[in-house]
């Protein structure tokens, strides 16, 4: 696979472009690249946000191009869980409101579940709060809470911890793994440098 913008380049020093990858369920994988080598991009090919790429990409074995609509939103419903890097909050909803437009499609945590994830990541005082009043790094905290409200067979992190301390890296790396290790999930997480600390089978330079 390649993306259309770097057509034409024969060789890119990538582990993925141009390269025949495989992410296996029950597998961490971390991505780590430069700024604009194409984390997101990789990203929204996977969760089929765009399709401007050259090559192949496949679900369990099914070209994405060949999905339709019905199937890509099974997909995103019940097979990967995606933290993307802009977060796509609601800024005028409150923090558990966010949170459970997802939950309320999936039923997959109680409230009660979600509010010990808050606990744990310092921010159950926000519960009710209007996600637009509260800092970035309070909002990916909220994202990463929501991203984890859904059955997956992988969970994909788009920088997950770029605006958290190492606290809260510590606490999110947790959460993240021991809910792939309950549902058997894999991780695909993307980072500018080695800053996420969730332990990986393989690392990938993009």
Known sequence: MLPAVFAGREDTGSDVWLRNVTFERGRNYLITAESGTGKSSLCSYIYGYRNDFSGSLLHDGCDVNTLTVEQWC????????????????????????????????????????????????????????????????????????????????????????????????????????????????????TSVGNNVMINVDKELKL
Do not use: W
Not at 87 to 109: A, S, V
Not at 151 to 159: G, K, N, S, T, V
Not at 169 to 177: E, F, H, K, W, Y
């Open 74 to 189: 099974r997909v995103r419903r019940e097979s990967i869980a995606y933290l993307p890097q802009e977060l796509r909050l609601f800024p005028e909803l409150t923090t558990l409101e966010n949170i459970m437009l997802k939950n309320q499609l999936t039923g997959f945590k109680t409230e009660a579940q979600i509010m010990e994830m808050l606990e744990m990541l310092g921010i159950p005082e926000k519960a009710h709060s209007a996600v637009g009043r509260l800092s970035i790094g309070q909002q990916q905290r909220v994202a990463i809470v929501r991203t984890l409200c859904q059955p997956a067979d992988f969970i994909m992190l788009d920088e997950p911890v770029s605006h958290l301390d190492e606290t809260n890296n510590r606490i999110v790396a947790q959460l993240v793994t021991d809910e792939a290790r309950r549902q058997g999930a894999g991780i695909i997480a």
